[in-house]
């Protein structure tokens, strides 16, 4: 069967298919479409140019790969076999849609919860998003991408992510990409000799760090250093220990390494044990020449150059001449290793996979932000209740701020404080992932007044998203 008509040639919609009597369907309000229900593998959409969207089951998983395999267009056996291990997995968590015998499209829905500025939120990752060469720019896709969503908002995820090789495609389907992605590469020698030169211009103190290789058993002390840095950090997922269990035992990484306070006086005294190994400081994360996660206690702030400079001595011995940094994109290593002459490398970059953001539920994401939204009204002398108005291209809305809570609601009568905007910029603007000076230069966000502008950046404070690359990599 041929490809389906794209929707913008007038295709009909699936509320105007009659669905079978037999299987049931849930319907959520606001998006006017009927879903599968992912406990029920007979539970299906029947899609009206053919096909069906069905929920996974463990026979699928061959099928699986040999689609990916031929969309990527490289072997993704070894990974996709690593990944049904992951605590909290269930076939029946991947989307797919099926024409007669043949599958020509996958999604994996997988839920995930994660930190923003110390708040847990409930996520989704859109993993394995494919679809046959055949049917891209189709209304298959789009109705999967459509399926996934639904059902995500449905299961209580209020933000959605995905990591995409056709982020313009995505685009086009109200997804935004989030600012600030990248990583900074550097010569490894060129920046070992310049923290070598840095750190022999400190005085020497009694106490220091040492730097070596983890152990397993070491294990909790890396998760609590993890937990502590990443809570306060824009994005990064929180992991339980089974989680820590998994992500270590795929061999994803070469290695990690493990900075220790340590005490050098005995070793002065003719005492060479290296028993004097105190509280860990941090960790990094590294495959070949790339530190893919570097975490540390905010107590130990020179952890993070011990561990680079580590990381250098190391890439050099394996005969690499570079060294790549994946931390986020505030983290001051990044001007450090510019300083020494390396570059920050944007995933902007023509064919590179790009991070986007949807917000499935801007109410329940307003109202679980509410402690951030006091803090910072308190902090830049916002009054409350303050309301502003926000009107984008499919509904308006009213964000109110008071002393108890905060809300998004239909709005009615138009605040005295209204901004105008599409929809994706309206949402990036409540994930903090829009530089609101230049939104109003470029008018893609439009003001009531210029005095709003001081509002907006108070509360809805830009910040640049970040996720581990660790929990991105194949192996």
Not at 109 to 130: C, N, T, Y
Not at 162 to 191: C, K, M, Y
Not at 265 to 274: E, F, K, R, V
Not at 285 to 312: D, Q, W, Y
């Amino acid at each position: 069967m041929s490809a389906p008509p794209n929707r913008n040639q007038g295709e009909a919609d699936l509320d105007d298919v009659e669905s079978p009597p037999a299987l049931a369907f849930n319907r959520h309000a606001g998006n006017g479409r009927s879903l599968v229900a992912r406990q029920d593998r007979a539970a299906v959409r029947e899609l009206p140019y053919g096909g069906r969207i069905v929920t996974g089951n463990a026979g699928d998983h061959p099928l699986v790969v040999q689609l990916l395999t031929q969309a990527r267009q490289t072997a993704v056996a070894d990974d996709f076999q690593s990944r049904l291990d992951e605590p909290g997995y269930r076939p029946s968590n991947r989307l797919l849609i099926q024409l007669e015998k043949e599958l020509l499209a996958h999604a994996h829905v997988a839920s995930h919860i994660a930190w923003f500025d110390g708040q847990r939120m409930p996520v989704v990752k859109l993993e394995d998003f494919a679809v046959l060469p055949e049917y891209r720019e189709s209304a298959y896709d789009r109705d999967l991408l459509a399926a996934a969503e639904q059902i995500a908002t449905a299961e209580g995820a209020v933000l959605g992510l995905v990591n995409a090789d056709r982020h313009a495609w995505f685009e086009r389907q109200g997804w935004s990409p989030l600012r600030g992605q990248g990583h900074t590469r550097a010569n490894a020698r060129t920046v070992l000799a310049y923290l070598d030169a840095q750190e022999r211009a400190r005085k020497r103190r009694k106490g220091s760090l040492d730097v070596r290789t983890w152990r397993h058993f070491e294990l909790d002390a890396v998760r609590s250093i993890y937990e502590t840095a990443a809570a306060e950090l824009w994005g990064p997922l929180f992991r339980s220990e089974e989680c820590w269990q998994w992500l270590i035992g795929r061999k994803a990484q070469d290695q990690v390494l493990l900075a220790l306070e340590t005490n050098r006086a005995a070793s002065t005294n003719g005492d060479s044990s290296l028993g004097l190994l105190g509280e860990a400081a941090g960790y990094a994360v590294v495959r070949g020449s790339c530190i893919v996660e570097l975490m540390s206690l905010p107590k130990f702030p020179t952890a993070r150059v011990h561990m680079l400079a580590r990381a250098c001595r190391d890439a050099i011995d394996r005969d690499h001449h570079s060294i790549s940094l994946y931390t986020p994109a505030s983290d001051p290593l990044h001007e450090l290793m510019v300083t020494a002459g390396g570059a920050w490398i944007s995933d902007r970059k023509e064919n590179s996979p790009r991070l986007l953001m949807r917000l499935l539920s801007p109410e329940r994401w307003v109202e679980r932000c509410y402690p951030l939204w006091r803090q910072r009204a308190h902090h830049a002398g916002v009054p409350r209740p303050t309301e502003i108005g926000i009107t984008t291209t499919d509904a308006s809305y009213r964000f109110t701020l008071t002393r108890r809570s905060a809300r998004l609601e239909p709005m009615g009568d138009r605040p005295a404080d209204w901004v105008e905007c599409d929809r994706p910029t309206f949402e990036s603007l409540l994930a903090g992932n829009l530089a609101i000076n230049e939104a109003v230069e470029r008018k893609t966000l439009r003001l009531s007044s210029p005095e709003l502008k001081s509002t907006l950046a108070a509360l809805f404070v830009p910040r640049l998203f970040w996720q581990s690359p660790l929990e991105f990599m194949r192996l």
